[in-house]
């Protein structure tokens, strides 16, 4: 159990690394291309769903059967709807939104606000307080963020849609987390992710047809940033964020994505020559501290378990 939930950790730390990349790719899009949030999101969605059902047809048919029989039942219809819809599509559409409104460090920050409502929640229906481990941790991170953010000395540079649709991002990955927990434990990460992707796709078609794209005027290189993020930005990272909630608990796993803030400053200043300051540095560190908190933590629990076993 120890191993296979240090490979949980180890799977949503790189799906953040794919996460800040494609995030600062989404802004360039924004802001040199005529690209909307909406249709990005919606080709995004459907270039993944059909990419990974190639994959699948191609390599483990028996992945489209099992999609396709869980799907004619109610119960499972009605969960890859709400999933795809208010999980899958509505994180990534409000996400994305509050980067074409803001910079991208604000938007990365109130989408990780996500771990306090993740906290909250859990709290409500288990009746308590999540562990103190947990509890320090996220007070790190958190702190980290806002040093992340307001040390680099713009401040949240953002409208008021930005803020709204970044606030809206927190409580959509929060659900995300939490009811994608539940839904890869029953159907395994793969076949959730092709229905959500699939769902999600497919209802943001009616705000726009597809056909529409024609009078975009859309380049060959707007087509290749497209297919990266289908398939970096989206199909890897979610199909390792989604495996790894198979052995680490929600919050634990909004946390350990704080990690994303993190790389997506650093690419900044690596990539773009953007300034890092001592702050910012600072911040990077409480939220690299507060994930080795939460390791530390951990081992004591199963140390302790062990111990009373």
């Not at 859990?122 to 702190?143: F, H, W």
């Not at 803030?261 to 990539?271: C, E, G, R, S």
Request: hydrophobic content about 55%; charged content about 10%.
């Amino acid at each position: 159990m120890w191993r296979e939930e240090t490979r949980g950790y180890l799977l949503i730390a790189g799906a953040t690394v794919f996460w800040a990349l494609s995030g600062t790719l989404a802004k360039f899009l924004f802001s040199n291309r005529p690209i909307a949030p909406l249709v990005l999101v919606e080709f995004r969605l459907l270039g993944s769903f059909v990419l990974l059902a190639l994959v699948l047809a191609i390599f483990d048919p028996s992945e489209l059967e099992l999609l396709r029989v869980r799907l004619l039942r109610r119960a499972d219809a009605a969960y890859f709807l709400t999933y795809g819809t208010v999980g899958m599509a509505m994180v990534q559409l409000s996400y994305f939104l509050a980067i074409s409104e803001g910079s991208v460090a604000t938007a990365i920050f109130l989408q990780y606000l996500a771990p306090v409502f993740t906290a909250l929640y859990v709290g409500l229906a288990r009746r308590g307080l999540p562990e103190k481990g947990v509890v320090s941790s996220l007070l790190l991170a958190l702190c980290g963020s806002g040093l992340l953010l307001l040390g680099g000395g713009a401040g949240l540079t953002t409208s008021r849609l930005g803020l709204l649709a970044g606030l809206a991002s927190a409580g959509f990955m929060s659900f995300y987390t939490v009811y994608g927990a539940r839904g890869v434990q029953r159907y395994g990460p793969r076949t959730l992710l092709l229905g959500a992707l699939g769902v999600g796709g497919l209802a943001l078609v009616p705000f726009f047809p597809p056909w529409r794209v024609l009078d975009l005027g859309w380049t060959a290189a707007d087509w290749l940033f497209l297919l990266y993020l289908a398939v970096f930005g989206t199909l890897i990272p979610f199909m390792m964020f989604l495996a790894g909630l198979r052995t680490v608990a929600p919050v634990q796993a909004t946390l350990t994505a704080m990690l994303e803030p993190v790389l997506a400053t650093t690419f900044a200043w690596v990539l773009l020559g953007e300034s890092l300051r001592p702050p910012q540095l600072a911040g990077g560190a409480l939220i690299i501290a507060a994930v080795a908190h939460l390791q530390v933590s951990r081992a004591r629990r199963a140390a302790a378990q062990e111990a009373k076993a």
